[in-house]
């Protein structure tokens, strides 16, 4: 029987995880200010560079996670992680301290950025996977884990955005730079705890070292119970060539389909067609049972709707940081308020939710009445599209020029919270649970890829921000008003939630006894 307690491994992780959430959004809180008041980018590009970069920051953990479970191990790739994400955040430094080369500020830009899209990929999946290994299968702590895990992580998101935007958003340009700094060296100090206390706290239930051999070796020793024949080597042969030329060719008709979509945008085609041909490629994997694969379809089909979550959820790092900077009364007691520090709000709320809501499941668990995870997370798609709505009342009606009170913003954001708890902590808990262990940090990279369609896909909708004398319309539907605006987010979530809810009995009978 488990002890009640955590083991302490938990503890390094959750420190770990919170150096380097705060490193990233530490940056994220001042990127979309730095973006149209520093380097002069119109907001239609602005939130375009924004998506883009999220995006990608959310479909690299697949690579990454490939890796890890290949080759590298989950340590090693945590540790060049860091080191990739340091220097990404230092090169943001540089680029922000010469704003007067235009095109040497706008190189090192995007030179940082593409390392610490790198980095990330090495490290998200794979520090997420830790957790898991840190405990016996089907032990009933997992969820409350992965709820630790995701305080942790939000105590360095909750204080990035005060830190780095206390010193990068000052009103001069020139000072951005200063935030990406402190952003920098905080990543160091990931590499600095991890190193020094991993052999004495990263260990198994039994005591074993964990982290060091890649999963896919160890699941491969594991499942060495048949032989192979020659007759099974030629058949997974010709299932692999087969296999390979569906893949091409899905491939190359995806990639034809969105580039006419998105009209040449070659970063939302590589994000799209991506997040459709590698989850298929894992389907089509030979070694899957059929219990394995309906309970990898069961996650798939949950990422596709935790797209429209974060697609509305991640408007706070793009138009609702444009809407707080321009259209919203900060004024306490007259100081004003940065813009950045209300991205601050969802985490200093998740820091207190997540310390009651294990509490909550647990009351209803000793009552037979908690709910499956499908339906936790349409839940949270509810509470979304609630969060929406109540911003809707505050714009209603509200003349060009007038700022509103940021009251409406913090409601936002508190219901957001809500939903974000039920949803993300028990999406990571569920993909542990329902993973073979041989695609472990790779699955858990498929997971993070609906981030990063959902990321660009925020970045899509971030630009249909309105702005005076343009005219902007989705769908036929036009936006002139921030009312019209954020309707758009009410809709869609609240559609979203009920088809998943609709869907909860049959994703539970795929999952064949997960809960």
């Not at 996650?299 to 900077?325: H, K, P, R």
């Not at 969060?387 to 913090?410: E, N, R």
Request: one cysteine or more; a positive charge.
């Amino acid at each position: 029987m488990s002890s009640p307690r955590h083991p302490k491994g938990l503890y390094l992780i959750f420190a770990t995880s919170t150096a380097e959430r705060f490193s990233y959004y530490g940056m994220r809180a001042i990127f979309i200010l730095f973006l149209t008041q520093a380097l002069l980018f119109d907001t239609e590009k602005a939130a375009s560079i924004y998506g883009s970069y999220t995006g990608l920051v959310y479909l690299t953990p697949l690579i990454g996670g490939y890796i890890a479970d290949k080759y590298w191990g989950i340590r090693r790739s945590i540790f060049w992680g860091a080191v990739m994400m340091a220097a990404g955040q230092f090169l943001m430094f540089f680029s922000a301290s010469m704003l007067e080369s235009v095109s040497m500020s706008h190189a090192l830009m995007y030179s940082g950025l593409a390392l610490l899209i790198l980095g990330n990929g090495c490290f998200k999946p794979t520090v997420s996977t830790l957790v898991g290994q840190l405990y016996e299968p089907n032990d009933k702590r997992l969820d409350a884990a992965y709820t630790i895990f995701y305080m942790g992580v939000n105590v360095g998101s909750f204080l990035a955005p005060l830190v780095c935007g206390y010193f990068g958003e000052t009103g001069d340009p020139h000072d951005f730079k200063w935030g990406f700094l402190i952003a920098g060296i905080v990543t160091l100090l990931v590499v600095l705890l991890f190193e020094t206390q991993k052999n004495k706290y990263i260990v198994s239930p039994a005591g074993e070292q964990i982290g060091i051999v890649p999963d896919a070796k160890t699941g491969a020793k594991q499942e060495k119970e048949q032989p192979s024949t020659a007759a099974d080597v030629a058949k997974r042969k010709k299932e692999k060539r087969t296999n390979g030329l569906m893949l091409c060719g899905l491939t190359v008709l995806l990639g034809v389909l969105f580039y006419k979509l998105f009209a040449g945008d070659w970063v939302s085609v590589g994000i799209f067609t991506a997040c459709i041909v590698l989850p298929t490629s894992i389907l089509l994997d030979g070694s899957l049972t059929k219990i394995e694969r309906s309970r990898i379809f069961v996650i798939y089909i949950i990422a596709f709707f935790v797209i429209f979550f974060w697609a509305a959820y991640e408007q706070a790092g793009a138009s609702l940081t444009l809407f707080a900077a321009e259209q919203t009364d900060r004024t306490i007691l007259g100081w004003d308020m940065p813009a950045s520090w209300f991205q601050s709000f969802n985490p200093f709320f998740v820091v207190i939710l997540a310390a009651v809501m294990p509490g909550v499941w647990r009351a209803f668990d000793k009552r037979g009445m908690e709910p499956a995870s499908p339906t936790k997370q349409a839940i949270g798609l509810l509470l979304l599209s609630l969060g929406y709505l109540v911003i809707c009342f505050g714009v209603k009606d509200v003349q060009p020029g007038v700022k509103v009170s940021m009251l409406w913003l913090v409601g936002l954001y508190f219901i957001h919270t809500m939903g974000e708890i039920c949803l993300s902590p028990i999406g990571l808990s569920m993909v542990n649970k329902l993973t073979p262990v041989r695609f472990a940090s790779l699955m858990m990279g498929i997971w993070y890829m609906s981030n990063a369609a959902a990321n660009k896909f925020a970045g899509v909708l971030s630009g249909l921000y309105p702005e005076a004398g343009k005219v902007k319309s989705l769908l036929g539907y036009r936006i002139e008003t921030m009312f019209d605006f954020f309707l758009i987010f009410v809709v869609m979530s609240a559609a979203a939630s009920l088809i998943l809810f609709l869907l909860t009995k049959k994703l539970q009978r795929m999952m064949h006894g997960v809960r």
